[in-house]
């Protein structure tokens, strides 16, 4: 887990920097190098072939799973760099944007290696949540409040059916294993076929998935577009993959 163990590290030094005095100035390069030192270290693990499950049933890592996230970190380094012109160092995002972009990617890096439900939602969920912040971050668009908040109920109602229909694999097949789902999908039963229904449901929603994109052009105009290219190129892939 050295990449997510990197990433952790970066978000502390962060927050620590945004309290200093005339600091601000760190905060982009600080993220910079841990993004990439993340995406060097998974590229390093997937070159020396590492294969390992630090939580077995819910976390684990092969070499095509750490060139996955090495592939997804290292996309975020431009999506950084653009940031330098919408959140300049007198800007007040200055250093809340590299500090919730790096929370956002924390998040992202659990998603190729789930192998539990559990692992999955927290994965989404921590990915999503600092996302509705960023978008905020463009406030002196007038319309950023109203994109924040229409992702915020959408997402939520995307989380809330992705759980209902976890639920009901769950009480199917008696797994939180990612593998439930494919049991679930062979069963005949009205009520498991309806889990698996609303989990895919739920995935098209956080991925805006046609014909669930709607909310996607109106949050996107609200937000920067440092924040829109994050949110329709990296969220969306890690959902997908």
Do not use: C, N
Request: glycine content about 8%; aromatic content about 8%.
């Amino acid at each position: 887990m050295l990449p997510e163990h990197l990433l952790l590290g970066g978000l502390v030094l962060l927050i620590v920097v945004s309290m200093v005095r005339g600091a601000r100035a760190l905060a982009q390069p600080l993220a910079l190098g841990v993004i990439g030192a993340a995406a060097a270290a998974a590229f390093w693990l997937a070159a020396s072939g590492l294969t390992s499950e630090p939580f077995p049933g819910h976390f684990s890592v092969s070499p095509v799973v750490l060139v996955v996230k090495g592939a997804l970190l290292a996309l975020a380094l431009p999506v950084l760099l653009m940031g330098r012109y919408d959140f300049a160092d007198d800007h007040a995002g200055a250093v809340e944007f590299p500090t919730l972009l790096v929370a956002s990617l924390y998040g992202l890096s659990l998603l190729p290696s789930a192998t539990s439900f559990l692992v999955l939602f927290l994965g989404l969920e921590m990915m999503s949540i600092p996302v509705y912040a960023l978008i905020v971050l463009a406030f002196r668009r007038p319309q950023s409040a109203e994109s924040a908040l229409k992702y915020l109920v959408l997402s939520g109602a995307a989380t809330a059916t992705l759980l209902m229909g976890l639920s009901l694999i769950y009480g199917a097949t008696g797994a939180m294993s990612l593998s439930a789902f494919a049991l679930a999908a062979g069963q005949t039963d009205l009520l498991v076929k309806t889990g698996v229904v609303l989990v895919l449901l739920a995935l098209f929603l956080k991925a805006a998935v046609v014909p669930f994109h709607a909310w996607a052009p109106d949050t996107y105009e609200g937000a920067s577009v440092t924040v829109t290219a994050y949110m329709a190129t990296l969220s969306k892939a890690a959902v997908l993959l």
